[in-house]
């Protein structure tokens, strides 16, 4: 009698642990594939022989699929739920960057970039409504920890592809190679996570996203936009950055990216117990501060492997913007976190394609000091944004 109770005791506390971890699995890999896709950004770019203005173009591809994504994220959402968009967002965003690895010229690069802009931003859009939930039942916040994992998925991923670029495996085998194992790995931990809302209550608070930031939620809005173009150009330029100016190699380039996650992660695994002691005004300020300082040095810095450096540092300063103005802006509700996170992906649709037409016109060093003044910026934003506390 005791042994038939004791297992069904057992296999829900399994469940139970399982759930819990699905949405940490969601996260990460879906930051494994972004980082995939922009540590082998060098080799693509030279696969099709592209210039500084060309790859601009391409970039800007993908921030256009994000701005374009919502009315597709609003449709599956309040269709279908978080759970099944983001199975269907992850299995699509897996084919579509297969299809980057193949494009063979520059238009179909750009056609493929696009739908990774729309297909990502769904998944995006989709494992953070499922935060949002998890957060508001539990009565607990793990938003910070979740995107670390996301940076940790990002660090893997950017690290795997400086390995497969030292290897001489090409971008398109690299990422067959990924496709069915993590298309798996989705689907086990997709099934895992809690059933949701499914209707015109998801529906209504997603159509918000077309709305724009008013009143105080604007200063938020400029925080997260400049923080997107910062973070974006980052992870778009940082690894051409070291090939371009120093000559690195396909294998040293991604670890720019590498090393800007890994500290990331590790800052925002500590975020919500230094926001307790210092409040996020002052660590989001000081952040920027140190990070335009991190960038600066790496423009500076005498060779790429001192440069990998203060790309570390860069991520040790910009790491607690975005879940801290996402905190703020949540605490107003859901329409002020969709407007802030509208502003937000606007910022990835004009960062990196900026950049890259400061590195045609100027050249890859004033590129990289143009995002030490985004951070600059970020820090006098954060200083007189009083929702940010």
């Known amino acids: 009698m005791q042994t038939t109770v004791s297992v069904p005791r057992r296999s829900s506390f399994v469940l139970v642990q399982a759930q819990l971890f699905s949405l940490p699995v969601v996260f990460a890999l879906f930051g494994l594939i972004m980082g995939s896709w922009a540590g082998r950004i060098p080799a693509l770019a030279a696969g099709v022989n592209v210039s500084h203005a060309a790859l601009s173009m391409v970039l800007l591809c993908g921030g256009l699929g994000a701005v374009i994504s919502y009315p597709i994220s609003s449709f599956l959402m309040g269709r279908f739920g978080a759970r099944k968009t983001i199975m269907v967002a992850g299995l699509a965003l897996l084919c579509v960057l297969v299809a980057i690895g193949m494009a063979p010229d520059v238009s179909r690069l750009m056609m493929a970039v696009l739908m990774l802009g729309i297909t990502a931003s769904t998944f995006d859009v989709a494992m953070n409504s499922a935060a949002a939930r998890r957060e508001k039942q539990s009565g607990k916040s793990e938003m910070s920890r979740l995107h670390g994992l996301c940076c940790a998925g990002g660090l893997v991923g950017a690290t795997l592809g400086s390995l497969m670029a030292s290897m001489k495996i090409a971008p398109a085998t690299h990422f067959l190679m990924l496709a069915g194992p993590l298309a798996v790995l989705l689907w086990l931990a997709v099934n895992l996570l809690e059933a949701d809302e499914v209707g ?190």
């Open 200 to 389: 015109a209550k998801v529906e209504k608070v997603e159509k918000k996203k077309f709305a724009l930031p008013r009143g105080p939620l604007v200063l938020l809005g400029l925080l997260g936009f400049f923080g997107s173009m910062a973070e974006g150009s980052i992870a778009d330029w940082s690894g051409v950055f070291l090939k371009e100016h120093f000559g690195a190699s396909d294998g040293l380039a991604p670890l720019a990216l590498a090393s800007f996650s890994l500290m990331m992660l590790m800052s925002r695994m500590v975020g919500d117990k230094m926001k307790e002691r210092y409040g996020a005004k002052r660590l989001v300020t000081l952040g920027a501060l140190v990070a335009a300082a991190g960038l600066f040095f790496a423009v500076l810095a005498p060779n790429a492997h001192i440069a990998l450096g203060g790309f570390a540092i860069a991520g040790v300063g910009l790491a607690l913007v975005f879940p801290f103005v996402f905190s703020a802006a949540g605490a107003q509700g859901p329409a002020a976190l969709a407007a802030v996170a509208s502003m937000a992906y606007s910022g990835s649709l004009m960062g990196p394609p900026a950049i890259g037409a400061v590195a045609h016109f100027v050249g890859m060093q004033a590129a990289i000091a143009y995002v030490g003044g985004l951070s600059l910026v970020i820090a006098m934003v954060a200083c007189r944004t009083r929702l940010l506390k």
